[in-house]
């Protein structure tokens, strides 16, 4: 940049003491320095360059899974459940064990892990594709941040 700078100060210094032009404007490629502007009294060049962009990232205020089991009642029998959600908001088994009781498989349950296949609305709550779920204390089924 200064090079530049350099070089271009002395090709206007060239042009004044040669009766060239009377003012030359030059723009450099962007970069992320803020904008300068550099003045001479013969001829005037300016560089401008483009202003850096901020990027925010918000964290998530879901807990992870591993927060949400924590909270479970100390004599509940977990299972290790892995399904998908499809969008009538039924469940496909794609790993794991299944919880049963009294012959009957219980689903939801305590530390099950299902992922939304399509956005779903379940008990008046919609869920968008990728959404990871898991029961809470009063088996309710809950977003997660992570599966950690």
């Known amino acids: 940049m200064k090079r530049v700078l350099m070089v271009l100060v002395g090709f206007a210094l060239l042009l004044v003491g040669c009766g060239g032009a ?18 001479t009294t013969a001829p005037t060049i300016t560089i401008t360059t483009a202003e850096a962009t901020t990027i925010t990232t918000i964290e998530s205020d879901l807990q992870t899974y591993s927060e949400v089991v924590a909270t479970y009642p100390t004599d509940v029998t977990m299972c290790d ?8 908001g039924s469940y496909e088994v794609t790993g794991g064990g299944l919880y049963i009781e ?3 498989v219980k689903m939801p349950w305590y530390g099950m892990k299902v992922t939304v296949k ?20 009063k088996m309710q089924l809950m977003p997660v941040s992570s599966w950690n």
């Open 81 to 88: 459940t892995e399904a998908s959600m499809l969008p009538d």
């Open 102 to 104: 009294n012959s009957e």
């Open 22 to 39: 009377a003012a030359i404007t030059t723009l450099a490629p962007a970069t992320t320095a803020p904008a300068v502007a550099t003045t």
């Open 118 to 137: 399509e956005r779903t609305s379940v008990n008046g709550k919609t869920y968008e594709a990728g959404t990871k779920l898991t029961v809470d204390a």
